[in-house]
């Protein structure tokens, strides 16, 4: 009973840590979620509520129930999702009142950390592809990587926050949630809706965050079928693309860059903002330590007792 409380516990934090990441432009959700080994356990659980949803939707139409439809939700990892859902929301809610007004203020310093901690992140991906990378591989992390560098370069817009426009926006910016290297809020950024949308959580404008809410469920539905099937089928490539993303969105937390985007030499505050990043790299390379050394206790274990327990982030997969 310990042990289930302590998982739910940590998942929480995970949960947290993901939502204080999607509350700041430049940092993605995904990339935490990879980081603390959740990633792959919450995509292939969304994709089997996915497939529950629209299989209760097409068999309550032709009178066969709810069982194919309670089969499949039961597949997903409930108290792992419930858990990080709960982080996720109380962290949202305090980091658009605390968090995101101090990285706006101390944007060159926060930059710095943020940037060597995913800088410290790629390893994850990589080393999570199961298999040794060969040129091809490289070659299309690079193309990835290419693309998250426009993408993340884009300068931000300004648009008034039509009701369809939020949902919309919200059917993208989710979509980027559940993608390593790719910010919500930094989408809603370039959108021009990040400031009314911290807004609306900040003010508890539930009419918004209603409109908001619809068009990331629907974004959500679309996108995460696609990407736990890519795991499932495709696990090493994915993993390939996840991290050329990565690597390219170090664009969107270079330190130094005006407010159109257009990327400067160091300068100001040099030496602060190089410690912050070298801090931030240190602190996922001694969370990624902790990990292994504390999994390398626990799996002699397990093999022991016969337990057939896999990593938080999910069963491995070869590609």
Same mark, same amino acid.
């Given at each position: ?19 204080? /990441? ?43 129930? #709810? ?67 060969? %040129? ?14 426009? $993408? ?35 989408? $809603? ?30 974004? $959500? ?31 969107? #937390? ?10 400067? /030499? ?37 093999? %022991? ?6 990593? /938080? ?7």
């Amino acid at each position: 009973m310990a042990k289930t409380v302590a998982t739910h516990i940590v998942n929480g934090v995970r949960g947290a840590l993901i939502g204080t /990441a999607e509350a700041v432009p430049g940092v993605s959700g995904g990339t935490i979620a990879l980081i603390v080994g959740i990633y792959e356990t919450l995509i292939t659980s969304a994709g089997h509520v996915v497939s529950a949803v629209r299989m209760g939707a097409v068999d309550v139409v032709k009178g066969r129930g #709810l069982r194919r439809a309670g089969t499949e939700a039961a597949k997903a990892d409930w108290a792992a999702v419930i858990a990080v859902l709960i982080g996720m929301v109380c962290a949202v809610v305090l980091a658009a009142s605390f968090l995101a007004p101090l990285v706006e203020r101390e944007e060159q310093r926060a930059f710095g950390f943020f940037f060597g901690l995913v800088l410290a992140s790629l390893i994850v991906p990589y080393t999570a592809s199961g298999r040794p990378w060969r %040129a091809r591989h490289y070659l299309v992390a690079l193309a990835a990587a290419a693309v998250a560098f426009v $993408l993340t370069g884009m300068p931000p817009a300004h648009i008034d926050p039509h009701p369809l426009i939020v949902m919309a926006s919200a059917a993208v910016a989710i979509c980027a949630l559940v993608l390593p290297g790719v910010s919500g809020s930094f989408i $809603l950024l370039t959108l021009g809706l990040y400031t009314s949308t911290m807004g609306a959580v900040h003010d508890r404008d539930f009419g918004y965050l209603g409109i908001f809410l619809i068009g990331a469920v629907i974004g $959500l539905s679309f996108f995460v079928k696609l990407l736990q099937t890519l795991l499932e089928r495709h696990h090493q490539i994915t993993l390939v693309v996840l991290t050329g993303l990565l690597a390219g969105s170090l664009r969107a #937390l270079w330190p130094w860059q005006q407010e159109d985007r257009t990327m400067l /030499a160091p300068e100001g505050d040099v030496p602060v903002t190089v410690a912050l990043a070298v801090a931030g790299f240190a602190l996922v390379a001694g969370v990624m330590l902790v990990e292994r050394l504390l999994r390398g206790r626990q799996d002699p274990a397990e093999q %022991a007792g016969g337990g057939d327990s896999v990593p /938080a982030g999910g069963p491995t997969r070869q590609g």
